[in-house]
T-cell receptor, first 113, second 111 residues
Framework: DAGVIQSPRHEVTEMGQEVTLRCKPI?????LFWYRQTMMRGLELLIY????????DSGMPEDRFSAKMPNASFSTLKIQPSEPRDSAVYFC???????????FGSGTRLTVV | SQQGEEDPQALSIQEGENATMNCSYK?????LQWYRQNSGRGLVHLIL?????REKHSGRLRVTLDTSKKSSSLLITASRAADTASYFC???????????FGKGTHLIIQP
């Protein structure tokens, strides 16, 4: 397996634009997590899915953020409209079961100017 | 909110020495995990210790867990330059609502 695949690796966008981040989890994993990493706040859990169903989105900072998982092999995190304070590295991770270790993707570094 | 707090925030040692990092947390846990992150990369799972375990080994890694003190330690023995990275502890609460990460210890191994 190629691991968790995220795209794009880097994204630079202007304030107000829509940004879509993509994630392909490991085949067979039933949990998918979206995290955001900044120097100030560290790693924050934004939302997670079980069997494609969103379970907890309490970490999503604002209504500008939305996430979907239309099938077991694909998830998106969308920010609309984007703001400079959204600049961060966004990680997707997947796991088999809820209590084991997570496999992380390489992340998407988002810069909003 | 941050559950785990690593200590120290940064650690620099000579190659071959042992490195010890500590983690404290606030609430009851299902398990505690340690991850490594190299610069510009994703996190890599190192080891998981359950709440009813006290010590676990994996290669050059040794993890301890003291639930009465709500603390854990990660020991890397015979450090190598390739061990240079940030190390994070992460806790899974009793409700199992996703891992909560600390802010990490940045480890530098001097050749």
């Amino acid at each position: 397996d190629a691991g968790v695949i995220q795209s794009p690796r880097h994204e630079v966008t202007e304030m107000g634009q829509e940004v879509t981040l993509r994630c392909k989890p490991i085949s067979g994993h039933d949990y998918l997590f979206w995290y955001r990493q900044t120097m100030m706040r560290g790693l924050e859990l934004l939302i997670y899915f079980n069997n494609n169903v969103p379970i907890d989105d309490s970490g999503m900072p604002e209504d500008r953020f939305s996430a979907k998982m239309p099938n077991a092999s694909f998830s998106t995190l969308k920010i609309q409209p984007s703001e400079p304070r959204d600049s961060a590295v966004y990680f997707c991770a997947s796991s088999f079961g809820q209590v084991g270790g997570y496999t992380f993707g390489s992340g998407t570094r988002l810069t909003v100017v | 909110s941050q559950q785990g707090e690593e200590d120290p925030q940064a650690l620099s040692i000579q190659e071959g020495e042992n490195a010890t990092m500590n983690c404290s947390y606030k609430t009851s846990i299902n398990n505690l995990q340690w991850y490594r992150q190299n610069s510009g990369r994703g996190l890599v799972h190192l080891i998981l210790i359950r709440s009813n375990e006290r010590e676990k080994h994996s290669g050059r890694l040794r993890v301890t867990l003291d639930t009465s003190k709500k603390s854990s330690s990660l020991l890397i023995t015979a450090s190598r330059a390739a061990d240079t990275a940030s190390y994070f502890c992460a806790t899974l609460g009793g409700g199992a609502d996703g891992l909560t990460f600390g802010k990490g210890t940045h480890l530098i191994i001097q050749p």
